[in-house]
């Protein structure tokens, strides 16, 4: 726990699972004296205010950002640039906004003109998640040894990123600071195809005739059901995704294509060689991962026999 809060308010623009996880890991970590929230729908509010992660909720955005010192976007990225246009002419100088938007250079694009004069603009990604969403659904240790990457656009002050880094450290993140360019292309290939293939291969599944439905998920005890967990991500957060993130996503997406097409031909052609040595290079990425802490090595990655 923080010695003294980094921030005196904190607004969270967006109270779902990120932004109600940022809540009670705030609340943990002692970062913020005071946390608020913003949601527009009354029922979002009225689950936050059952879950009592937050000091205040508003339906109002001029109230929950008035004399905020950090100010957060924590809806899909799709929303950001009207979100940022309204909240503006509310903004405390000196304050900081940031994000927790699975791409950077869209953001730095859309919130980056309605930023005012004197207000630090520090966009920022942590990457962690479950498929689950709503204010329901946060918990404090999402971040723990989870990376956060910092994207500051140049020219951003210096003592502003460092609070920022402090402030997400007090969450339990890593940091790193990186270029938002290079973000997306790091993120198209790590969470953003991996999310694509997994909604085309159960899209795929539900269209195979041959197949049933109930027999795709009576068998599901495979990989495939390790794709559903992906697939059943909130599909607005991801449609804004691909969309802001398109070049990066294309680009990585020709390589995979061109790679399935050489592993198709292996298959085609009985190269078992090629398939062999494939796997065996995979395997050990799997293992790094496993090191690094980014995944537990038990069995059936960590889940009971029996769902709980």
């Not at 932004?19 to 729908?41: N, P, Q, T, W």
């Amino acid at each position: 726990m923080s010695d003294s809060p980094i921030y005196d308010k904190v607004a969270l623009i967006g109270i779902g699972l990120i932004g109600s996880s940022m809540a009670h890991a705030m609340r943990r970590g002692g970062v913020a004296s005071h946390i608020a929230g913003y949601a527009h729908r009354a029922e979002t509010l009225e689950k936050a205010r059952s879950v009592g992660f937050a000091d205040s909720l508003h339906s109002d955005l001029a109230a929950c950002v008035k004399d905020a010192d950090l100010v957060v976007l924590a809806t899909p990225v799709g929303t950001y640039a009207v979100l940022a246009e309204q909240i503006a002419p509310h903004l405390k100088p000196g304050a900081t906004v940031t994000d927790v938007g699975s791409v950077k250079s869209a953001v730095i694009r859309d919130v980056g003109p309605h930023v005012p004069e004197g207000v630090h603009f520090i966009p920022a990604h942590p990457i962690a998640g479950t498929e689950q969403s709503g204010p329901e659904a946060g918990f404090a240790e999402l971040f723990d040894g989870r990376w956060g990457i910092l994207t500051p656009p140049p020219g951003t002050d210096s003592a502003a990123l460092e609070r920022l880094k402090s402030f997400w450290h007090g969450l339990g993140s890593d940091v790193e600071v990186m270029d938002a360019r290079h973000h997306d292309l790091v993120l198209a290939i790590t969470s953003h195809l991996p999310h694509l293939i997994a909604y085309n291969i159960v899209g795929t599944a539900d269209d195979l005739q041959a197949v049933t439905k109930s027999e795709v998920i009576k068998y599901s005890a495979g990989g495939f059901r390790d794709f559903t967990r992906i697939a059943a991500s909130d599909p607005t957060m991801w449609r804004d995704v691909f969309l802001n993130n398109r070049e990066a996503v294309l680009e990585v997406l020709g390589r995979f294509s061109e790679d399935m097409s050489a592993l198709q031909r292996a298959i085609r052609w009985g190269d078992g060689e090629a398939l062999f040595n494939l796997f065996t290079r995979t395997r050990a990425i799997r293992r790094s991962i496993v090191d690094a802490g980014q995944d537990t090595a038990a069995p059936n990655f960590g889940r009971s026999k029996k769902p709980s």
